[in-house]
Structures are given as C-alpha cells and as structure tokens.
C-alpha cells in the first residue's frame, strides 16, 4: 500500500510526463510522440523529498506525492 508523503494537488497536462526527480522535488517533460522529440525537464514544485533506498517515489491520482515499498520477485542471485 502506498504511503503519501506531500500532499500538492497538482494539475497535469496532457502530454507531460511528471516524477520525482533526484534531488526530490517534482518535476515534468514533453512526452515523445512519433517523431517528434521529447523536451527537457522542468521543475513543477520544490518538496525536497529524502530518499530511502527499496522504495518507489511517484504522482498519485490526486498530485500527491507517494511512496511505496517496492516487491522484487525473481530468484535469488548465489553467490
């Protein structure tokens, strides 16, 4: 289940890609369509956000910024 972290309501636009970037703010870019390029990133909102490693940061439905423990399936390497 995932867990909110900032509540922001933000609005998206049709066409933008919106994420958590590295330094955790929220940030979006122009989608690539065909052969059209994408755009570069801009910054949507500043939150800051620190990262835990083994979770997954993302825009909920509501523009929220959310976070949920990530589940990796697989067989385990041996070493």
Same mark, same amino acid.
């Given at each position: 289940? #995932?867990? &909110? $972290?900032?509540? $922001?309501? *933000?609005?998206?636009?049709?066409? +933008? $890609? +919106?994420?958590?970037? @590295?330094?955790?703010?929220?940030? !979006? #870019?122009?989608? #690539?369509?065909? =052969?059209? /390029?994408?755009?570069?990133? =801009? &910054?949507?909102?500043? !939150?800051? *956000? @620190?990262? &835990?490693?083994? +979770? $997954? +940061?993302? *825009?909920? &439905?509501?523009?929220?910024? %959310? !976070? %949920?423990?990530? @589940?990796?399936?697989? =067989? /385990?390497? /041996?070493?």
């Amino acid at each position: 289940m #995932a867990q &909110k $972290l900032v509540r $922001l309501g *933000i609005k998206r636009q049709k066409g +933008y $890609l +919106y994420y958590v970037d @590295k330094q955790g703010d929220v940030s !979006c #870019a122009k989608m #690539a369509r065909g =052969k059209q /390029k994408g755009g570069s990133p =801009k &910054k949507v909102e500043k !939150c800051g *956000i @620190k990262r &835990k490693e083994g +979770y $997954l +940061y993302f *825009i909920d &439905k509501q523009g929220d910024v %959310a !976070c %949920a423990k990530m @589940k990796r399936g697989g =067989k /385990k390497k /041996k070493k």
